[in-house]
């Protein structure tokens, strides 16, 4: 994490796991069930309640007006969700890798992203986009970086907190994937060990495999 985000915003943290050998596919009928049941839930707690009282969303807003991002215009990706599903949109089903991202993106209000660990080259960092730095996002249109928070590798930015890059992105035929949760610095609903260890559980129970290490430890907290 560059030195500038800590200083901008104590306590912001990336909680990070790593699949191997995960088989994806599309989301059977029982899981999106389930996923249905609980954006229900979503609905009914919020029906008639401002969308701040959703957890972690007043508190990425704040972040991303502390980095000096304007969060009318630059939705965090779990606000994007969360808009959808009180507007009573349909949830995009893509495979049960994408699809489940998303219900934990929901479940633990945090922005959190999916990538092809065989697609990242080099080191990844967070930081602030540099000028002239792009990428083709998932929502098909070209996105400047400069002055976003992204994580980079050598080849330059392919995530942020509010939409990832093509380059990067998962396919039913990814087998190694690093699964990246943006953790605000008063989420407190978990311990950052309970966020990480339930996330890894369901991922790898739908789509087999198995969490491997991150330099050495089951999982990889940055602050």
Aim: proline share 5%; glycine share 8%; charged share 25%.
């Amino acid at each position: 994490m560059d030195s500038s985000i800590r200083d901008k915003v104590p306590g912001l943290r990336l909680g990070i796991l790593h699949y191997d050998n995960v088989s994806l596919s599309a989301t059977p009928k029982m899981l999106k069930g389930r996923i249905n049941l609980f954006l229900e839930n979503i609905r009914h707690d919020y029906l008639d309640k401002p969308i701040t009282e959703v957890p972690g969303i007043t508190e990425w807003r704040r972040i991303f007006k502390a980095l000096g991002i304007d969060p009318s215009r630059y939705r965090p990706s779990s606000e994007a969700l969360v808009r959808r599903v009180l507007q009573n949109k349909p949830f995009h089903w893509i495979h049960t890798g994408v699809d489940i991202n998303n219900f934990l993106s929901l479940q633990f209000g945090l922005p959190a992203g999916l990538y092809d660990r065989d697609k990242i080259e080099g080191n990844v960092c967070l930081r602030l986009g540099k000028k002239s730095e792009t990428y083709k996002g998932l929502n098909g249109r070209e996105i400047s970086c400069e002055g976003k928070l992204v994580l980079a590798d050598e080849q330059g930015p392919f995530g942020s907190p509010f939409v990832d890059s093509i380059r990067t992105s998962v396919t039913e035929e990814a087998k190694r994937l690093a699964h990246v949760f943006y953790i605000y610095p008063e989420f407190n609903r978990w311990t950052d060990e309970q966020l990480l260890k339930s996330a890894g559980e369901m991922f790898t129970h739908v789509n087999g495999g198995a969490c491997t290490k991150v330099d050495g430890k089951p999982y990889l907290v940055i602050t």
